[in-house]
Every structure is written in structure tokens, then in C-alpha cells.
């Protein structure tokens, strides 16, 4: 399998012909440098390692991955095109207070953003997964289907997918938690404008529990755990 690139900043690529797409919005981007309480602080702004684990999990199944490099900063690919250069913040919490920067403020990128949602549509997907990170001391892996995981077909078939993939492997260690609404892709673009009947999931993954410092983020037991979802994926 070879790779293909949208202008050298989309990376996509097929394994095999299973019908799944799993993707990684935010792998682009770095750190940057923020005023706060009169202090420089460096924040780090992309999701490193999800495109590892979407390339992951599609060659596990022969599917499809797409990873996208451009920072948030200039293009927020899970955000809408139409929204590009209006003024959109990205909101997060830092010494337990509130802040936020300007994002996808870009509008040179509102072509290349229409053709990663067309790459979307051209694969015609069964079910599209979208692999973000997220900050948790708790939680390893929250599983979003939107409000009701109506996005799965309701709240029995969401809780049957983590069975399913706690049935594969031991991961008894792994807190993996299923979200009522909050977070669980009802803001989440891509999966909004994609969903047309089909299932789409959002996965994230905890950035502090992930952590594996000789991988630069992803423990193995990430790992593993991506390759069972993978496979749960097919039966849905
Ligand atoms: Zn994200």
C-alpha cells in the first residue's frame, strides 16, 4: 500500500476494500507559544499519533485511512469549510482556566478542504470513524455516537460495540467510556455532514493515559486496543 497526498498535506490511502474510513483531522500542526498570566506558555496544538492509529486500524481490516497535516491554526478539518476566515476559536482549558485562540482562519485552504470531504464521499463508507485526542486523568478512550448514539443506531448497539471489543482482548485495565452527548460528534463536522444513514463514531483517546514516552505518545495497549475496534467495526 502507497500512500496518495492531497497537495503533500492529505495522506490517504486504501488497504483493501472494506467500506470503513477512519480518519485523523488533527494530526497537523505543532506547538505554539501563548500569552498567559504574563508567562509564555507552550501549548501543543495537533493530535500526534492519531494518524498513526487510523493507519493502524485500516490495515488491520483493509480499509481506508485519511490524516490530514494542516494545523488547526490555519484549517480545522472537522470543522465547516464555510466557516473558514469568519472569526472561529479553539477553546481549551490551561491552570484550570478558560482560554482560546483563533483557528481555521485560512481561506486559502477552503479548496483542499473541499476535496478531503469529496475523498470522504468518493470512498462511499459504510461507517466513518474519526480518531481525535483528548485531555483526561480518568478516561482512556471515550467512544462518541452523538446525542442518543443515535449515530449507531441507539444506545444498545454503542454499548454492544465496547462489548464486543472487550470480548477480543483483555482490557481490564483500559477504562473506555461511551458518551451520552457531550463532545460525541454532534459538533463534529465530518461526521455530521457524512453521516447520511451511515454509523460514524468518534474515538478519543487520552493524551496523558496514552503516554508512552519511546512512541512520543501512543501506549501499546492503544495500540490493541484501535486493531479490536477495527475488526468490531466490520460487524456493525
Ligand atoms: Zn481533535
Known amino acids: 500500500m502507497k500512500s496518495k497526498w492531497l497537495n503533500r498535506l492529505v495522506e490517504y490511502g486504501s488497504y483493501g476494500d472494506t467500506p470503513i474510513v477512519f480518519i485523523a483531522p488533527h494530526e497537523g500542526g505543532d506547538l505554539i507559544e501563548l500569552d498567559v498570566d504574563e508567562t509564555k506558555e507552550i501549548v501543543e496544538i495537533s493530535e500526534r499519533g492519531t494518524g498513526h492509529l487510523v493507519k493502524l486500524a485500516a490495515k488491520q481490516i483493509g480499509?481506508?485511512?485519511?490524516?490530514?497535516?494542516?494545523?488547526?491554526?490555519?484549517?480545522?478539518?472537522?470543522?465547516?469549510?464555510?466557516?473558514?476566515?469568519?472569526?472561529?476559536?479553539?477553546?481549551?482549558?490551561?491552570?484550570?482556566?478558560?482560554?482560546?485562540f483563533k483557528c481555521h482562519t485560512d481561506i486559502k485552504y477552503l479548496k483542499l478542504l473541499k476535496r478531503f470531504h469529496n475523498l470522504i464521499e468518493k470512498r462511499n463508507p459504510s461507517f466513518i470513524i474519526d480518531f481525535h485526542r483528548m485531555s483526561s486523568e480518568e478516561i482512556d478512550i471515550r467512544l462518541g455516537f452523538?446525542?442518543?448514539?443515535?449515530?449507531?443506531?441507539?444506545?444498545?448497539?454503542?454499548?454492544?460495540?465496547?462489548?464486543?471489543?472487550?470480548?477480543?482482548?483483555?482490557?481490564?485495565?483500559?477504562?473506555?467510556?461511551?458518551?451520552?452527548?457531550?463532545?460525541?460528534?454532534?459538533?463534529?463536522?465530518?461526521?455530521n455532514k457524512h453521516h447520511k444513514?451511515?454509523?460514524?463514531?468518534?474515538?478519543?483517546?487520552?493524551?496523558?493515559?496514552?503516554?508512552?514516552?519511546e512512541k512520543g505518545y501512543i501506549s501499546e495497549r492503544y495500540e490493541t486496543f484501535v486493531k479490536k475496534l477495527a475488526e468490531v467495526s466490520t460487524e456493525f
Not at 481490564?172 to 463536522?189: H, P, Q, R, T, Y
Not at 468518534?202 to 508512552?212: A, H
Open 63 to 100: 480499509a481506508t485511512f485519511i490524516i490530514n497535516q494542516v494545523s488547526r491554526i490555519q484549517a480545522d478539518f472537522a470543522r465547516n469549510p464555510d466557516l473558514l476566515g469568519k472569526g472561529e476559536t479553539f477553546k481549551y482549558f490551561l491552570k484550570e482556566k478558560r482560554r482560546e
Open 146 to 191: 452523538g446525542v442518543n448514539r443515535k449515530y449507531i443506531g441507539g444506545t444498545k448497539n454503542a454499548f454492544d460495540f465496547r462489548k464486543k471489543i472487550f470480548d477480543k482482548s483483555d482490557f481490564n485495565d483500559l477504562n473506555v467510556m461511551i458518551s451520552k452527548k457531550v463532545l460525541a460528534g454532534e459538533s463534529e463536522f465530518i461526521l
Open 197 to 213: 444513514g451511515r454509523h460514524v463514531a468518534l474515538v478519543e483517546f487520552s493524551s496523558q493515559r496514552g503516554f508512552d514516552l
